[in-house]
């Protein structure tokens, strides 16, 4: 069973400063794409920013700019620096690990964390 971790959200002032984690632990065979996700308060859950395992990114235009993507795999952690925030920025950001494990049979699947608050004020 795979274990995902979520850490670095908060409440920051507009033009303020974020980092995000999210860690993964258990059965890991390898990892593959890592985003990370945002949900605001009666809207849809959208994508934020991506990695692949090369280290290939995408950003949503929203965020280019201000938000950048990174990741460690020694430590199957993916981050997500957030500076220039505003208020807008104010969600529950998800990560969503695409990841495969080797026990008895060779699995890939996606998960997510359980989501950390980020609130911007103005």
């Known amino acids: 069973q795979v274990q995902l971790e979520e850490s670095g959200g908060g409440l920051v002032q507009a033009g303020g400063s974020l980092r995000l984690s999210c860690a993964a632990s258990g059965s890991i065979f390898s990892i593959n794409a890592m985003a990370w996700y945002r949900q605001a308060p009666g809207k849809q859950r959208e994508l934020v920013a991506a990695?692949?395992?090369?280290?290939?990114?995408n950003t949503a235009d929203s965020v280019t700019g201000r938000f950048t993507i990174s990741r460690d795999n020694a430590k199957n952690t993916v981050y997500l620096q957030m500076n220039s925030l505003k208020p807008e920025d104010t969600a529950v950001y998800f990560c969503n690990v695409n990841y495969c494990t080797k026990t008895t049979t060779f699995t890939c699947r996606g998960s997510w964390g359980q989501g950390t608050q980020v609130t911007v004020s103005s």
């Open positions: 990695i692949t395992s090369g280290g290939s990114t």
